[in-house]
């Protein structure tokens, strides 16, 4: 069955860096399109950056623009999220996701706290 696995979350001071990491099985990964999603309490769940089966079309959150970059190796089945400039705006679950025959799959996701 497919499974998303974040890592890399935790807690960093405005301005620094993190590298987010999911690791995907139970499906073809070079296949597919992949996004990384966000969710602050209270806010609904927005799109932070999307990136093609392999690699060549990216596209970002207007939030995240210039900071943020996304990667995929597709011979390690997994997806990075780069995070630069970090804000505390920043700050939410971060869940990495796929869509796939009409519905949508998600990790778990891994907490991100931008704060001083």
């Known amino acids: 069955q497919v499974q998303l696995v974040e890592s890399g979350g935790g807690l960093v001071q405005p301005g620094g860096s993190l590298r987010l990491s999911c690791a995907a099985s139970?499906?073809?990964?070079?296949?597919?399109?992949m996004s990384w999603y966000r969710q602050a309490p209270g806010k609904e769940r927005e799109l932070v950056a999307r990136?093609?089966?392999?690699?060549?079309?990216?596209r970002y959150g207007d939030s995240v623009k210039g900071r943020f970059t996304i990667s995929r190796d597709n011979a390690r089945n997994t997806v990075y999220l780069q995070m630069n400039s970090l804000r505390p705006e920043d700050t939410a679950v971060y869940y990495c996701?796929?869509?796939?025959?009409?519905?949508?799959?998600w990790g778990q996701g891994t907490q991100v706290t931008v704060s001083s």
């Open positions: 990136i093609s089966s392999v690699g060549t079309i990216r």
């Open positions: 139970g499906f073809t990964f070079s296949s597919y399109g």
């Open positions: 996701n796929i869509q796939m025959n009409s519905r949508g799959y």
